[in-house]
């Protein structure tokens, strides 16, 4: 394992998220799934070689056809228990569009899902990346059906998107539909038609994860070839041309941002990375009004 001696004293929780990813990395190439760095991860990758500093997550693209085969096989191929793939469905919502490797011997407990009966643990994101319609009108359409499946998916108003025109149409889009039954049927119907594209065969793709940041920003779909490279003590996929997809994403990434910038992302009630998250029901989530 290694560890960071950093001023940002998430060095171990950076260290926990890497275990997570070692174990992800060795099931995708046990089962010939493909996958990338994405967002700050990709860009950590290339410019400090690990981690950026201050980064408090760990994000990898999947192909959905790859990212939907790992969530089909995760039970038969997963030989270690204490790593549990989650994802939200009817019966449980993690109020995250995108599925999470989780490691239950830990604590994160992310304020938006304090009152939830859910997995707390550390963890680390793996985003599918969805091929693009043709033409701008198509992804227009997928771009509005990736709004719907975001709101009544994650159904908690935004934390972090700096949108406040998507802050004000998120709050009207979930009280105008309450019911968590009919949320769930827009939400699954939204993603059926938002993913009818396939990314292998695509020209171009889509993330419809993180609501405007690349939502119009189509992508070539050559870009993602997976190369290797150093990351910490070990080595990861990244973008063959990531050079265009973080200057897409970014700008001029090799550039660190103001002192003011470099601060974690999420907002926590609390972390253990010694204890599981079990330990503290009825303390610091699912705690009675």
Request: hydrophobic share 35%; net charge neutral.
């Amino acid at each position: 394992m290694a560890v960071r001696d950093n001023s940002f004293g998430i060095a171990d929780l950076q260290d926990k998220m890497l275990d997570i990813f070692k174990y992800l990395d060795t099931i995708c190439g046990k089962t010939n799934l493909t996958y990338w760095a994405a967002f700050g991860t990709c860009l950590g990758a290339i410019r400090h070689k690990g981690f950026i500093p201050w980064d408090d997550d760990l994000d990898v693209y999947m192909p959905r056809h790859d990212y939907e085969k790992l969530w089909s096989i995760w039970n038969e191929v997963s030989d270690d228990p204490k790593y549990k793939l989650c994802r939200t469905g009817h019966d449980k919502n993690y109020h995250h569009r995108v599925m999470q490797v989780v490691d239950t011997t830990t604590t994160f407990i992310n304020r938006r899902c304090a009152d939830d009966d859910i997995e707390h643990g550390v963890y680390i994101d793996i985003m599918p990346m969805d091929g693009a319609a043709p033409d701008k009108l198509g992804q227009l359409v997928q771009a509005y059906h990736a709004i719907i499946y975001s709101v009544y998916n994650i159904q908690v108003e935004p934390e972090f998107h700096g949108n406040k025109m998507m802050e004000v149409g998120t709050r009207f889009l979930l009280k105008a539909v309450k019911n968590p039954e009919r949320r769930y049927k827009l939400w699954k119907k939204a993603e059926k038609k938002l993913t009818r594209y396939d990314s292998r065969t695509a020209v171009q793709c889509l993330d419809f994860n993180n609501y405007f940041k690349l939502l119009f920003k189509p992508m070539q779909s050559n870009w993602f070839k997976p190369v290797r490279v150093p990351f910490e003590d070990t080595t990861m996929c990244v973008p063959a041309d990531y050079d265009k997809y973080l200057t897409l994403v970014y700008g001029n990434y090799m550039q660190l941002p103001p002192e003011d910038k470099r601060t974690t992302l999420h907002n926590t009630v609390k972390i253990d990375l010694n204890m599981p998250y079990t330990e503290y029901k009825g303390q610091y989530y699912c705690v009675e009004k």
